[in-house]
Antibody, heavy 121, light 107 residues
């Protein structure tokens, strides 16, 4: 069974940094692209970033230049380094495996339970 | 970026009703469309990919159709466990984008 467990969320001041982690198990991690998707509580879903098996990445315009996605295929971990955080980055951040994909980004499936990031002074 | 517009944003329906949710893309995305279901306090769950392909384990009362810019998710006979929020998502072009969601409530 696929398991994705996010960690690293918390309360952070505007302009500061935070690193999210996602521990993956139950599948061959290096064979799949991975995603970060966020959701403001009570609001809709926003795709944040994706990374394929070989390290090619893509970002939403809202985080480009501030967030960096990475992965450790030996440790089965996905990361999201978030710099220059803003109040509108406040959200529940989900880690997700790509449905079928190794090279391309398709639909996220399944998802972890999320880690909450609150950006506030 | 491709904008995904869902309608309605919410609807009220009764058990046994047929429910249809629409999703429109701001430009053609072929059939690169997925549908998700999200229940309160839970992560989204994938229902349909490639516009009309049902994920394993998803009940057959769910179906998807469409291609290009216009898509629909249909629940043929609404069940109690189907009350949730539904999202469409395009994966034709990066960045991936989601629709705003449709909340299905009990009438």
């Amino acid at each position: 069974e696929v398991q994705l467990v996010e960690s690293g969320g918390g309360l952070v001041q505007p302009g500061r940094s935070l690193r999210l982690s996602c521990a993956a198990s139950g599948f061959t991690f290096h064979d799949y692209a991975m995603h970060w998707v966020r959701q403001v509580p009570g609001k809709g879903l926003e795709w944040v970033s994706g990374i394929n098996w070989s390290g090619d990445v893509a970002y939403a315009d809202s985080v480009k230049g501030r967030f960096t996605i990475s992965r450790d295929n030996d440790k089965n971990f996905l990361y999201l380094q978030m710099n220059s955080l803003r109040a509108d980055d406040t959200a529940l951040y989900y880690c997700a495996k790509d449905g079928p994909g190794r090279d391309t980004f398709n639909w996220p499936d399944p998802w972890g339970q999320g880690t909450l990031v609150t950006v506030s002074s | 970026d491709i904008q995904m517009t869902q309608s309605p944003s919410s609807l009220s329906a009764s058990i046994g009703d047929r429910v249809t949710i629409t999703c429109r893309a701001s430009q053609g995305i072929s059939n690169y469309l997925a549908w998700f279901q999200q229940k309160p306090g839970k992560a989204p769950k994938s229902l349909i990919y490639a516009a009309s392909s049902l994920q394993i384990g998803v009940p057959s009362r769910f179906s998807g159709s469409g291609s290009g810019t216009d898509f629909t998710l249909t629940i043929s006979s609404l069940q109690p466990e189907d009350f949730a929020t539904y999202y469409c998502q395009q994966y034709n072009t990066y960045p991936l984008t989601f629709g705003g969601g449709t909340k299905v409530e009990i009438k």
